[in-house]
């Protein structure tokens, strides 16, 4: 199985009103999330089957969007957000999924900075370093521990 970790689409700046959790994507943010989930969709080489994305606005909107073009499952996940990480559960589920789906099926993980880079670290079982712009993602297939795709910008 393949691994995709995703940070979220642009959001909106903060409000004295709305706090960080219920900042929403801004018009480009949900461009980055379509571009992303259609080269995700066209990809020929995965099928996107489950999208787990923070319960935050922003990483939920953007799941939402990848799930949906996709035509996959979607879960919102406490421990994806930056108040509820919990990387012991993610590999946990992950492991799960992995005994479910086969090795051209994906899992996409939408999250946000620092966790996304923790993510990465988890799967490759190194440290290592993406510029994870909004939107972006990395396809780390689960088999061999190597990033197989890398997608850092928005055309």
């Known amino acids: 199985m ?3 970790v ?5 959001a909106q700046g903060f409000s004295a009103f709305g706090g960080d959790r219920n900042r929403e ?7 980055q999330a379509q571009y992303a989930a259609k080269l995700l969709l066209n990809d020929n080489s995965l099928q996107v089957v489950e999208v787990l994305a923070s319960d935050y606005a922003r990483a939920y909107q953007t799941g939402e ?3 949906t073009i996709n035509n996959a499952k979607f879960h919102p996940e406490k421990y994806l957000s ?4 919990n990387l012991d ?4 589920k992950v492991e799960l999924l992995a005994q479910e789906y086969g090795d051209e099926q994906a899992v996409v993980l939408v999250s946000h900075i620092p966790i996304v880079y923790d993510l990465v670290n ?3 079982g ?3 370093a993406f510029p994870f712009h909004t939107g972006s993602f990395v396809v780390i297939d689960l088999k061999t521990k190597r990033v197989v795709t890398d997608i850092n910008s928005y055309e």
């Not at 995703?6 to 642009?10: D, I, Y």
């Not at 994507?25 to 461009?31: P, Q, R, Y």
């Not at 930056?82 to 990480?85: G, K």
């Open 2 to 4: 393949k691994v995709i």
């Open 6 to 10: 995703m940070r979220h689409g642009e």
């Open 126 to 128: 190194k440290s290592s």
């Open 89 to 92: 559960m993610v590999a946990e």
């Open 65 to 67: 969007q990848v799930a």
């Open 82 to 85: 930056i108040s509820h990480e």
């Open 122 to 124: 988890l799967f490759l």
């Open 25 to 31: 994507l801004t018009a480009n943010g949900i461009k």
